[in-house]
């Protein structure tokens, strides 16, 4: 069965960076199939698309919140994502969750089960 772990939370002070990595397995289709998303929910707050990925990097998009800060990335070969997060701010804090959406077959999409982002002066 298709399995994503993340990897890369912590505890990080405002201003400082963390990588978080993703790693699928059990693919089902070519990981080249899915769409690589992170998402990221805050305490107390909604579910947020932070970033997403087709195939190259000129083809990933951002929300406002993090524009020019974060960074995804994805290695079709080790059927892996990264998300590099920069200059990081008390309000980036929370939950990240890989996902990864199959680009033709509605409704296929599977998720990791998160990893903490801390950031705390």
């Known amino acids: 069965q298709v399995k994503l772990v993340e990897s890369g939370g912590g505890l990080v002070q405002p201003g400082g960076s963390l990588r978080l990595s993703c790693a699928a397995s059990?693919?089902?289709?070519?990981?080249?199939?899915?769409?690589m998303k992170w998402y990221r929910q805050a305490p107390g707050k909604e579910l947020e698309l932070v970033a997403d990925i087709i195939l190259t990097p000129d083809t990933a998009d951002y929300a406002d919140a993090v524009k020019g800060r974060f960074t995804i990335t994805r290695d079709n070969s080790a059927k892996t994502s990264a998300l590099q997060m920069n200059r990081l701010k008390l309000e980036d804090a929370g939950v990240y969750y890989c996902?990864?959406?199959?680009?033709?077959?509605?409704?296929?999409?599977?998720w990791g089960k998160g990893t903490l982002v801390t950031v705390s002066s």
């Open positions: 996902n990864e959406e199959h680009t033709t077959i509605r409704g296929l999409d599977y």
């Open positions: 059990g693919m089902d289709f070519s990981f080249s199939d899915y769409i």
